[in-house]
């Protein structure tokens, strides 16, 4: 049946009882199709399969074809009424294995007999009917659930990135007591799997160039530095992001993630370029959250580098310097030095960082600027993350800087001041930052006595000191036992008086 409308097809031998038939169908508003044979009846029905069939039983077979062959009779489809009279009767047997509605016997009268079969017909069409609407609502549930567990998978997909995401934020959160933010960013973005290769370019200090770090990790790709024509002031201008993007993909290719970090201002000072290894992550990681956790992470270490020292860790001059060391051989002055700093007499030793090394580099590269109050302000500010240890600080011209460190720490600072000093990317506060690269820099850490005689002999001097050092420490002692003596032959007069 075809848009609620019934079709009967007959198949019978005998015209009279085809007109018969056909009248009793007119009465219902439905003009049977008649078919003389079955191989006619056969291509009828595949072409447009009817809703009720009406087969005389002596037209089951013709010649090579069989109706039970048929394909609509296979799969059961095919409603049929099976026409017989007394004399056909016997043929019935072959009926039993086909799936039908029942029979129609010879009559003179068949209005009962199709009657009963219509209703039969009407209730199993109305099952039928029922059923395809269930399978029609089931197979709406099945798309609807497909559709479904897609969006859970991509809420789930979400949640796990976002999971992600506060997992790598807190590995960085881990690393916030480094002293630099890219030493610290590099170590958990090469631990990341899904990313690929990630490039950093940064604001030079006079913002006329974009530079690259340093680093040794696998996945970072360094790109060459770019002088930007113009100076960018505040951070970085809009050309430059341009300019430092369009770079990236050039250098690493593929769909690249930018991320500006600007800390506290309004405008980036360096922009990271993160390649991933697959589009799921590249779509799904929460990238906007990822870049606000830098922002205040990179302003954190902003802060502490950009800070001054503070004022009673740091000896305002050398002269100052050398007089609060006399102390320890001398005596207080009058003056009232240590007061002045707040600074307790405790149990010091000193400890100089001879710079003398990165000096000579600045002078052979007379035409390349080197900001020397950043690179000082910066140092002390990273040693103090660094070492995580209380010292006081002093420079001695522009070679030397002079660390006073209480002496039960002393051992594990010097060691830590060493590595600190070796590794420190000294390149970075030259202009020309490419230049100093290949530049070896090679500063020395040394112990010296806690007099201001020592340090200066030490340092003004040092390839005289080297080769008269035990003379300089006979000469010390020999100062410090005339020191006692004269304190100690002072007592006795005052005893004897």
């Not at 006399?326 to 710079?355: M, P, R, T, W």
Request: glycine letters at 4%; proline letters at 2%; one cysteine or more.
């Amino acid at each position: 049946m075809q848009d609620g409308q019934l079709s009967v097809a007959l198949l019978l031998s005998d015209l009279n009882e085809v007109k018969d038939i056909s009248a009793i169908f007119r009465k219902l508003g439905v003009m049977p199709h008649f078919y003389e044979d079955l191989k006619t009846f056969w291509t009828g029905t595949l072409d447009k399969r009817p809703s009720l069939c009406i087969v005389d039983v002596k037209l089951m077979s013709e010649g090579e074809l069989a109706l039970h062959d048929h394909p609509a009779v296979l799969e059961e489809k095919l409603p049929i009424v099976f026409f017989y009279s007394v004399n056909t009767e016997p043929l019935l047997i072959s009926t039993y294995d086909f799936f039908h509605l029942g029979l129609l016997k010879k009559s003179e009268h068949y209005e009962g007999q199709l009657r009963a079969l219509l209703k039969r017909f009407n209730h199993q069409f109305r099952l039928e009917r029922d059923n395809q609407s269930l399978r029609n609502h089931n197979q709406e549930l099945i798309v609807l659930h497909d559709k479904l567990e897609v969006e859970r998978q991509l809420i789930k997909q979400t949640e796990d990135y976002q999971m992600r995401v506060k997992d790598i934020c807190l590995q960085l959160e881990d690393l916030r007591g480094e002293s630099d933010f890219f030493r610290a960013l590099e170590q958990i973005l090469q631990s990341v799997e899904e990313i690929e290769e990630f490039a950093l370019l940064e604001l030079s200090f006079n913002g006329q160039k974009l530079m690259s770090p340093l680093s040794q990790v696998q996945k970072f790709r360094a790109i060459p530095s770019l002088w930007l024509g113009q100076t960018c002031v505040n951070g970085m201008e809009m050309f430059a992001q341009n300019m430092a993007t369009q770079v990236a993909v050039e250098v690493i290719g593929g769909d690249l993630v930018s991320l500006s970090i600007k800390g506290n201002s309004g405008k980036p000072d360096k922009m990271l370029f993160i390649k991933s290894k697959n589009e799921l992550f590249f779509n799904q990681f929460d990238w906007n959250m990822f870049e606000a956790y830098l922002n205040g992470f990179y302003s954190s270490f902003k802060n502490k580098l950009e800070r001054n020292p503070i004022e009673e860790k740091k000896l305002i001059s050398s002269f100052e310097a050398m007089s609060f060391i006399d102390q320890y051989l001398f005596g207080e002055e009058s003056s009232g030095n240590l007061e002045k700093h707040q600074i307790k007499k405790l149990d010091y030793q000193l400890i100089d960082l001879d710079l003398s090394h990165l000096v000579q580099v600045v002078l052979k590269k007379s035409n390349n600027r080197f900001f020397w109050s950043r690179f000082e302000k910066e140092f002390i500010n990273k040693l103090e993350i660094s070492v995580r240890f209380d010292f006081r600080v002093f420079e001695f011209g522009v070679q030397h800087l002079g660390f006073l460190v209480e002496s039960k720490n002393v051992d594990t600072f010097f060691e830590e001041l060493k590595k600190f000093a070796a590794r420190f990317s000294y390149w970075k506060y030259f202009e020309d930052a490419e230049n100093a690269l290949a530049q070896m820099i090679n500063p020395k850490v040394t112990m010296v006595p806690l007099s201001a005689f020592a340090f200066i002999n030490a340092t003004v001097n040092p390839q005289a000191n080297s080769n008269n050092k035990e003379s300089a420490n006979t000469k010390l002692q020999e100062l410090v036992w005339e020191r006692e003596t004269f304190l100690s032959t002072g007592k006795e007069r005052i005893h004897e008086i």
